[in-house]
């Protein structure tokens, strides 16, 4: 399993995307249930999680490289 440092670069087209936590390929897509994931699904930007962590995060739609990190709304409030 492939794990990226933290402050890498997005990925270039064409290879797999990681956890922006801990670097690990080993993600998932996400259920989109919340307001904000069918708000950012119309800039196609889907949920994902990771299965090593379980951060939640967001990255655009297959064909762009670009990762999105926006936290979970739970992750949020349980730092709160």
């Known amino acids: ?16 995307p990681f956890c922006p936590k801990c670097g690990s390929t080993d993600i998932r ?16 930007l889907r949920p ?6 379980r951060k939640r995060f967001y990255l655009r739609k297959p064909g762009a490289a670009a990762e999105v990190d926006l936290e979970d ?7 709160s």
Do not use: I, W, Y
């Open 29 to 44: 897509m996400s259920q989109t249930h919340r307001t904000l994931d069918f708000l950012l699904k119309s800039f196609s």
């Open 73 to 79: 709304e739970a992750e949020v409030e349980e730092r």
């Open 1 to 16: 399993m492939a794990h990226h440092q933290a402050g890498d670069e997005p990925l270039e087209e064409g290879h797999k």
């Open 48 to 53: 994902h999680r990771c299965r090593s962590c």
